[in-house]
């Protein structure tokens, strides 16, 4: 969702929902337009064939369709559409860090369920038994209970567990939160750490903006300019916006540093007063 394909219905399957065309990109890394049985259609693609002896880049494109098909055209023929500057499927890296989130969840399962787990009292009788069955039952239900001390004389205890490890819970969650926010500056998405939210720098929050936005303005800058190639080469008239959230790449509307760092809140400027005059002798005389 992070961009907007439009006017390209009609290269689309019939099928298809809008996000279909990028969901090619994320997956593929790459994909092209090609004329299938008079039609142009947007495919997932790869380069292949002979290399070109000027670039060593292949001279060929092998495009996917829905049905399973394939089929290869020139590299003259066709405009590709590059996924990112790395040229591989985004979900490479989706799918790296699920997997690395969902070892982490399953982590902090197993350490929530152990939590449950509490020093298990020994009774040598079994009157000392029920006894501490009924203190445990009434402090569950909310109620205090006293047990006399004579009662309970020999009973010890057994940890299933150390409360320290118990401990691991917080370190798992930051963590989590660790790899989720390395996931989406991946992406070209903005994610702060909760735990320092209000105590980021401007020099930081500045730092975290340039990377983000450049993973995000690269991917979406091959994308225009296969619009622009496509309509030029095939007459069509296709485009590729970024999602409105992020409109502030675009139009500017942050701050720079510079103004976050120079901003001032400006002075109210004073009323202009007029001078008292002294007044003229006649006027002074009736005053008196």
């Known amino acids: 969702n992070r961009f907007v394909w439009?006017?390209?219905?009609?290269l689309l399957p019939p099928v298809?929902?809008?996000?279909?065309?990028?969901?090619?990109?994320?997956?593929?890394?790459?994909?092209?337009?090609?004329?299938?049985?008079?039609?142009y259609t947007l495919c997932p693609c790869t380069l292949g064939?002979?290399?070109?002896?000027?670039?060593?880049?292949?001279?060929?494109?092998?495009?996917?369709?829905?049905g399973g098909k394939a089929g290869d055209?020139?590299?003259?023929?066709?405009?590709?559409?590059?996924?990112?500057?790395?040229?591989?499927?985004?979900?490479?890296?989706?799918?790296?860090?699920?997997?690395?989130?969902?070892?982490?969840?399953?982590?902090?399962e197993i350490l929530t369920a152990f939590s449950r787990l509490i020093p298990v009292p020994i009774?040598?009788?079994?009157?000392?038994?029920?006894?501490?069955?009924?203190?445990?039952?009434?402090?569950?239900?909310?109620?205090?209970?006293?047990?006399?001390?004579?009662?309970?004389?020999?009973?010890?205890?057994?940890?299933?567990?150390?409360?320290?490890?118990i401990k691991n819970m917080e370190c798992l969650s930051r963590l989590h939160?660790?790899?989720?926010?390395?996931?989406?500056s991946?992406?070209?998405?903005?994610?702060?750490?909760?735990?320092?939210?209000?105590?980021?720098?401007?020099?930081?929050l500045d730092s975290y903006g340039q990377y983000d936005a450049m993973k995000l303005y690269i991917p979406y800058q091959l994308r225009k300019d296969f619009c622009e190639q496509v309509?030029?080469?095939?007459?069509?008239?296709?485009?590729?916006?970024?999602n409105p959230v992020f409109d502030n790449l675009v139009n500017g509307v942050n701050k720079s540093k510079e103004e976050m760092l120079n901003d001032e809140t400006p002075q109210e400027t004073p009323q202009e007063t007029t001078e008292p005059t002294q007044p003229e002798e006649g006027a002074k005389d009736e005053m008196e």
Do not use: H
Not at 6 to 10: L, P, Q, R, V, Y
């Open 231 to 242: 309509n030029e080469k095939f007459g069509l008239d296709i485009d590729v916006e970024l």
């Open 177 to 184: 939160d660790e790899l989720q926010k390395r996931a989406c």
């Open 123 to 165: 009774a040598e009788t079994d009157l000392q038994k029920n006894e501490l069955t009924d203190a445990v039952d009434s402090i569950l239900a909310g109620k205090p209970k006293i047990v006399r001390s004579s009662q309970l004389k020999g009973v010890e205890k057994v940890d299933l567990l150390d409360p320290d490890q």
């Open 186 to 204: 991946e992406l070209g998405l903005s994610i702060t750490a909760k735990d320092k939210g209000a105590q980021l720098s401007i020099e930081e």
């Open 16 to 39: 298809a929902p809008s996000t279909w065309w990028e969901y090619q990109l994320i997956k593929y890394g790459a994909g092209c337009i090609a004329d299938i049985n008079g039609k």
């Open 73 to 108: 055209i020139s590299i003259n023929d066709t405009v590709v559409c590059m996924n990112n500057s790395k040229f591989y499927p985004t979900y490479t890296t989706i799918s790296r860090y699920a997997s690395m989130l969902a070892e982490c969840d399953t982590s902090i």
């Open 6 to 10: 439009k006017k390209c219905e009609d």
């Open 49 to 66: 064939g002979g290399l070109d002896p000027r670039f060593g880049t292949p001279k060929r494109v092998i495009y996917y369709t829905n």
